[in-house]
Each structure stands twice: as structure tokens, then as C-alpha cells.
């Protein structure tokens, strides 16, 4: 065997000769891989066998046991050739559990070493189960050597000690036969130099792809990018092809090399568990990657499901809003106007409801890493979007309130012009001089805001400009005068009539304002600009100043007119 640790030295000596070369070489060559061995002996997770000594032909020293005699629960285990055979928990006569498991390991010893016949069978007696090797008496199986924390019968726990047996009994026969390590060298070497010949090919097939992709169609290699902004140039497109086919053929080469080691390690006996361990680890992982998808694809078919009809209902909504927004469809609780809003919120709540239904379906969902970055999440957004939710807020408020809509010329925080969108965030609009601005709309919220295309009644928004005239000018011409330049400019109404309002008598002048509808409001500026010119025209016509006099003495006579001039051209008398 590979070297006794709970036998007496002498038995030892007599073991350690019989070693192969073989045997030493694969040793040395495997010792990367006692993690697969660890992995084979204890399972992550289970701890039951790491409080049992263990008996064992792997080198371990026997101080490293320390049984009570006393403490029957401290049990000791008997592996052979890594491979776990029985753990030994009762006292049998006046020898400890430790004693039983290396007196059983010398015979087994023994026994490989005489050649006796392979066959492990179990035997029931008063005692127990009495495991042999062909005729030979083993180690006994007793009621007390099972472990009170699983419902194991003691035949079961014979029949699992007579299979672990003949499997390691026919293992440590098998290396010493040189034939049967002849043929697992050779299986070795061929299943080697398929190895190489594949990862040969791998290679070769890595460079005529990448030659293919990158070298002969490089001039039809284009940039990727969207509205504009290029997110990958040219050359870093070739720069991500080479990675995306190196770290793929390096996946592939790494599996190559698991498989091929795993094979080999199970060939020879001496490393046969850590094959075992390496293909049984690989057949797991993929098992439960495969038992995975198919446990997902029920909950993923429930998760479609749920977004399907999401989306029916979405767009359902969407079109009867829409209907309603247009003036299709007339509903007494919903105006045409909060058409906009209520859909929008209609269908948050929507997808709201569909993601809080189809989140326990989604694969993963009950994970603690997935409910953590479901709260990492949330608390960037949290964070993130205190302005995000103030202007929301904000917009929604507009929408509802009616205040103004996409088309209408408004003046916003001394930005006037006309709405051109009108978002949940943030309203532009276009200015006479062509200019977008962007108002967000808290800002809107905060200030005041004059609508012109919302007229109070049927006749239209009302224009206005002022002009201080001195009291020496008679009222009633200038009153004529205004009135004559509003019915020569283009783009306001000829009804209702244009009409002049004295604003206030200041203490040089009085304010004279002129009021006049218009055509359409988004012509204001240009309108307002051939009423200035009209009133500049009327004044010089007729001779009259525009002008604010201020006094800096009195003058010499009243600043008054007489009464026959209070009627000039082209004012009429009453």
C-alpha cells in the first residue's frame, strides 16, 4: 500500500518496498490536485466527517489520533486509498474505536499483500456485521458504530462498507499489477496525444478566425454607435473581436485540459479519487446549471406571461388616452387636456403592478445577493433622483392644472415664445429670434406665467403698448392718433374696435396706452414692432412730440390747451 499511518513501524517497512515507480511519479506530478481529493472526502458544507479521525494507508501519523478511551463518541474512520470504508464509533471488548480501525487497515494490508481472493461480503453475527475479504475476517460493523443523527439501518451501513471496500480492495490490487498500469499508461498517452492534437486544432482554428474577422474583412469593420456618438471606434472593434475569440478559446482549452486531466487521474488507482472528484464536480456543475434552466423555465414562462399581458393592457391604455387627448372619445371625469398625465401615470402603475406580480418568479429572487443589489438599487435611485421626482411632480402639476399645452405663446420667467414640447421634466420653447429654451418645470411652477393663446373670452388675445405724451398735447389727438395707427397694422383685429386707456396723469406727462386683439398670438412680436412704427408715423405726422417733459423751473404760462385746440387733426369734436 502507499505507506500505513496507523499501523505499528514494522508493518511500515514491510509496505514501503513495495511501491512502484509509477506509482511515486504520478504522486509527484498530482500534487496540484489534492483540492479534488479534499473536495472527494468532505463536500463542502458537510462537517460530519471532519470531527472523525481518520485511519488511514496515506501517511497520516498516529499521534495525530487522540481518542479517549473514555468518550466513546470520539469515533475514528477507516479510509483506504482515499476512499472512506467505515467510521468505528463503539467500544468492542477492551479496544477503543481507534484501535478497531487501524487493527482493520493492517489486515486489509495483509491481506492485498498474500494474494488472498477480492471478494468483500458482509456476514450478520450476534454482534454485528462482520465484513470479510474472501474468507478472512475484516472488522466488525457493530449497532453502536451508527451515527444517531441519520436514520442509517446497520445493513445499510454493511452493504455501503462492503462496496467502499471492494472498490479500494480492487484499486490497491490493481496498482500492484503492472499490467493494469500498462494499459492506464497507454489509455493515458492516447487520450494525451488527443489532447494535444485538439488543443493543436483550437489553436490553428484561432488564428483563421481571427484572420478571417480581423484581417481580410478589416476594411468592412465599421464603428458602432447610436444618434451619432460612437461608442466603439474601428479600432477597438478589432481590439474586441481578438478578446472575444481569445477568451473563447481559452474557455474552450480550459475545459479540454479539465476533461483530459480528469480522465487521466482516473486511470491510475492511486489517483483515482481525485479524477472522480474532478469528473464528478464537472458533472455537478453542469447538472445544476441544466436543473436550474429547466426549474426556470416554468417561472420564466410566468414572468412572459405577465409582461404580455403588461403590454396589452399599456396599450390599451395608451389608446384610449390618446382618443381622449384628441377629442375622439369624451369622458365627463377625464378632459381632453389631462389626457397626457393621466396616461403617463396610467402606466406606471401598470408596469408597476407587472413587475411587483413577476418579481418572485424571476430566477434568483430569493437570493440574498439578489435582494442586496435589489436594495443597492434602490437606494441609488433614492439618492439620485430627489430632482428627478421634484420636477415630475412639477410636471405632472402643469398637466393637470392646464396651464399650458404644446402650440400655445407663452411667456415664462421672461421667456417668451412658443411651447414646442412639453415633457414630465422640463418644457422648451422657441423663441421669435428661432432660440430653444429649456425651462425645467419647477421653474415654471415657481414663476409666473402669461399664456397669450389662452384668451378670457372669444375675441382673442388683447395688445398693448404704452406712450407718454406731455399735458400741452390735447388728449383727444392723441387718443385719434393711437386709434389710426392701430387700424393701419397688419395682423390685429378690426373688431371689436381698437380702444385707448389713459393710465395715469403722472406729475410731467400722461401715460396713453392703446389696446387692440390679434390675429394670432404667435405673431405678437412682430405685431407689437408695426404698431410702434404706425404711432411714430401718427405723431409726426400731426406734428406732435412724443416726448416725458421734466420741468426744472416753472414756466412762465400754465402748460395747458387752449380749448380750440382740443380738437386737432384728426381728432373730431363732440
Known amino acids: 500500500m502507499n505507506g500505513c499511518a496507523a499501523v505499528p513501524k514494522a508493518t511500515q ?17 498530482l500534487v496540484a490536485v489534492t483540492l479534488p481529493s479534499a473536495y472527494a472526502q468532505a463536500p463542502p458544507g458537510d462537517t460530519s466527517q471532519a470531527q472523525v479521525p481518520a485511519v488511514t494507508n496515506q501517511g497520516a501519523s498516529p499521534q495525530a489520533l487522540q481518542v479517549a478511551p473514555a468518550h466513546p463518541a470520539e469515533a475514528a474512520e477507516l479510509v483506504v486509498n482515499d476512499r472512506p470504508v467505515a467510521t468505528f464509533r463503539a467500544w468492542v471488548g477492551p479496544r477503543s474505536p481507534r484501535e478497531r480501525a487501524e487493527g482493520a487497515l493492517k489486515r486489509i494490508e495483509d491481506l492485498v499483500g498474500e494474494r488472498v481472493g477480492s471478494t468483500v461480503t458482509a456476514r450478520k453475527e450476534p454482534e454485528g456485521m462482520l465484513v470479510l475479504i474472501g474468507q478472512m475476517p ?16 446497520l445493513d445499510q451501513a454493511a452493504a455501503r462498507a462492503v462496496s467502499h471496500l471492494q472498490l479500494a480492495f480492487n484499486e490497491e490490487r490493481e496498482q500492484r499489477s503492472t499490467s493494469a498500469l500498462l494499459y492506464a499508461g497507454a489509455l493515458s498517452l492516447g487520450a494525451t496525444l488527443i489532447f494535444v492534437l485538439l488543443m493543436r486544432w483550437l489553436l490553428a482554428g484561432r488564428r483563421a478566425v481571427l484572420r478571417r474577422l480581423v484581417g481580410d474583412r478589416a476594411e468592412r469593420l465599421h464603428e ?45 488507482p492511486y489517483s483515482r479519487p481525485w479524477g472522480e472528484a474532478l469528473g464528478s464536480f464537472l458533472f455537478t456543475t453542469f447538472k445544476n446549471l441544466g436543473v436550474g434552466i429547466l426549474q426556470a423555465v416554468p417561472k420564466l414562462f410566468v414572468v412572459v406571461v405577465i409582461v404580455f399581458l403588461a403590454r396589452v393592457v399599456a396599450r390599451l391604455a395608451v389608446s384610449f388616452f390618446d382618443a381622449v387627448y384628441r377629442g375622439e372619445v369624451e369622458v365627463a371625469w377625464l378632459p381632453a387636456e389631462s389626457a397626457k398625465p393621466t396616461k403617463l401615470i396610467a402606466l406606471v402603475l401598470i408596469w408597476m403592478i407587472a413587475i411587483a406580480v413577476a418579481y418572485p418568479y424571476l430566477p434568483g429572487s430569493g437570493t440574498d445577493i439578489f435582494k442586496g443589489l435589489s436594495v443597492f438599487l434602490g437606494v441609488l435611485v433614492s439618492l439620485g433622483s430627489s430632482g428627478l421626482v421634484n420636477q415630475a411632480m412639477a410636471g405632472i402639476s402643469l398637466m393637470y392644472s392646464r396651464a399650458l399645452k404644446p402650440g400655445d405663446y407663452v411667456l415664462v420667467s421672461g421667456t417668451e415664445g412658443t411651447v414646442t414640447s412639453f415633457g414630465l421634466l422640463a418644457i422648451k420653447i422657441m423663441t421669435p429670434r428661432q432660440e430653444e429654451v429649456t425651462i425645467p418645470n419647477a421653474v415654471v411652477v415657481a414663476n409666473l406665467t402669461t399664456n397669450y393663446s389662452r384668451p378670457g373670452n372669444k375675441d382673442g388675445v388683447v395688445l398693448h403698448t404704452n406712450v407718454t405724451i406731455g399735458y400741452d398735447a390735447p388728449w383727444r389727438q392723441v387718443h385719434a392718433m393711437l386709434l389710426a395707427a392701430a387700424e393701419k397694422t397688419p ?19 400722461v401715460e396713453y396706452e392703446i389696446n387692440a386683439c390679434m390675429e394670432d398670438p404667435h405673431d405678437r412680436i412682430a405685431v407689437l414692432s408695426s404698431l410702434n412704427t404706425n404711432i411714430q408715423d401718427a405723431f409726426n405726422e400731426h406734428g406732435v412730440q412724443i416726448m416725458s417733459p421734466h420741468f426744472v423751473v416753472q414756466p ?15 381728432a373730431r369734436s363732440d
Open 138 to 153: 475484516v472488522f466488525l460493523i457493530a449497532p453502536n458504530d451508527l451515527d444517531p443523527l441519520t436514520d442509517e439501518t
Open 491 to 509: 395682423g390685429l383685429r378690426r373688431e371689436p374696435k381698437p380702444f385707448v386707456c389713459q393710465r395715469s396723469l403722472s406729475d410731467f406727462y
Open 224 to 268: 458602432i454607435g447610436v444618434a451619432g456618438f460612437t461608442f466603439v471606434q474601428k479600432g477597438q472593434v478589432t481590439r474586441l473581436l481578438r478578446g472575444v475569440v481569445g477568451l473563447l478559446s481559452l474557455a474552450i482549452g480550459f475545459f479540454l485540459t479539465y476533461v483530459w486531466l480528469a480522465f487521466v487521474l482516473r486511470e491510475f
Open 13 to 29: 517497512a514491510e509496505l514501503r518496498p513495495r511501491r512502484t515507480h509509477t506509482d511515486l511519479l504520478v504522486a509527484l506530478l
Open 556 to 570: 412762465d404760462k400754465a402748460v395747458v390747451v387752449p380749448k380750440e385746440n382740443w380738437a386737432p387733426p384728426p
